[in-house]
């Protein structure tokens, strides 16, 4: 059974139990009949409770796991601390004010025990970053959001294993830690790989290819991990959410996603930027030989490649395609995405007067 059904049926047994007891109250008031009207309010309330259940308990219940999932680890606890010490700060004072005089002794307790915890859960979760920094001396990994590297957590997303270069990396011997796969990404691969569309399916079973190398690769330890999110639906969100629970970095392609799990403080290794952190580097006035390819964009541009991928743009190219040319670097661009190069033949470089 789910736990939204668990919740209803607890919600319209309790909503059935107010009811028959209004009823039972107010046949007594009224001097009726106590077991029909008793039945016909109990079975009001039940009614009440079918209908008003999602609003009282599923619903809210579906917010705090939603907001535990996806609260970072340290700003969780110190949330909790920060009620838990409104919750003592109200015990400590309900003796005294129950000697207040008439219903005050009971309404004003009552009323700060609903009210002063979630001022204190409030007020910790707003300042949580400089209260985690007070007693970072002290407990130094109460305040680190990033892993510690002897027990790194890296979480595989689905783009990073259908690009396949991460079982070339780990043969390096450079990365270190715990790879996690989570089972709601394989299923995505098995998705994938079924898919009517080829290319769809040829990427699949590439994705579930490495991911069987990186199985196989005896330097990292990996474990797939069956936590999943029913509520969540989008796989992105529940590595998010994921990444929360272990605090754990997600390792990925995906440009978005890398962003969104930034925003929300998770840790990001992306395959992409580390590519571009290796490739190699030219500076304006270097030479180096290139094969010309294709045409560029622009009139008269050639277009070629360097080994690690990284795109070559040769102004005049064009007259030397399917030819190998010595050029000299004019420009070198470096984005996100990747590394670009704009050059020229070496044969026509005009000599400086």
């Known amino acids: 059974m789910s736990q939204d059904f668990i919740a209803r049926m607890i919600g319209m047994i309790l909503f059935a139990i107010l009811g028959a007891r209004l009823g039972a109250q107010l046949a007594e008031f009224l001097n009726l009949d106590l077991e029909s009207r008793a039945l016909i309010f109990g079975l009001t309330g039940f009614l009440f409770g079918l209908i008003l259940t999602p609003y009282f308990t599923t619903r809210p219940l579906r917010a705090i796991r939603r907001i535990a999932l996806e609260m970072p680890l340290d700003r969780l606890l110190v949330t909790g601390c920060g009620g838990l010490l409104g919750l003592i700060a109200v015990l400590l004072s309900a003796y005294p004010l129950s000697l207040l005089p008439g219903d005050w002794g009971w309404i004003v307790p009552n009323a700060l025990l609903m009210i002063v915890p979630y001022l204190g859960m409030t007020l910790f979760s707003i300042r949580w970053t400089e209260i985690t920094a007070l007693f970072s001396e002290r407990i130094p990994r109460l305040g680190q959001r990033s892993p510690s590297a002897g027990a790194r957590k890296l979480i595989l997303d689905t783009s990073v294993l259908i690009d396949g270069r991460i079982a070339d990396v780990l043969d390096t011997g450079f990365l270190g830690g715990t790879l996690i796969i989570p089972r709601f990404v394989m299923n995505e691969l098995h998705r994938v790989a079924d898919s009517s569309d080829p290319l769809r399916r040829n990427r699949g079973r590439r994705g579930l290819n490495v991911l069987s190398k990186i199985q196989r690769n005896e330097q990292v330890p990996v474990r797939i991990v069956d936590d999943d999110y029913d509520d969540i639906g989008e796989v992105d969100s529940k590595l998010v959410a994921l990444a929360l629970q272990m605090n754990a970095a997600i390792m990925t392609n995906d440009y978005n996603l890398g962003q ?58 064009r007259n030397y395609m399917d030819r190998t040319v010595q050029v000299e670097v004019t420009k070198l661009i470096t984005r996100e995405t990747g590394r670009m190069i704009f050059a020229i033949p070496v044969s026509e470089k005009r000599p400086v007067a």
């Open 260 to 317: 969104v799990a930034d925003a929300q403080g998770v840790t990001i290794l992306n395959i992409n930027q580390l590519a571009n952190a290796v490739r190699s580097v030219y500076i304006p006035g270097e030479q180096f030989a290139i094969r010309i390819i294709q045409e560029g964009r622009d009139s008269q541009q050639g277009v070629g490649y360097l080994d690690d991928g990284t795109m070559v743009v040769v102004e005049n190219g």
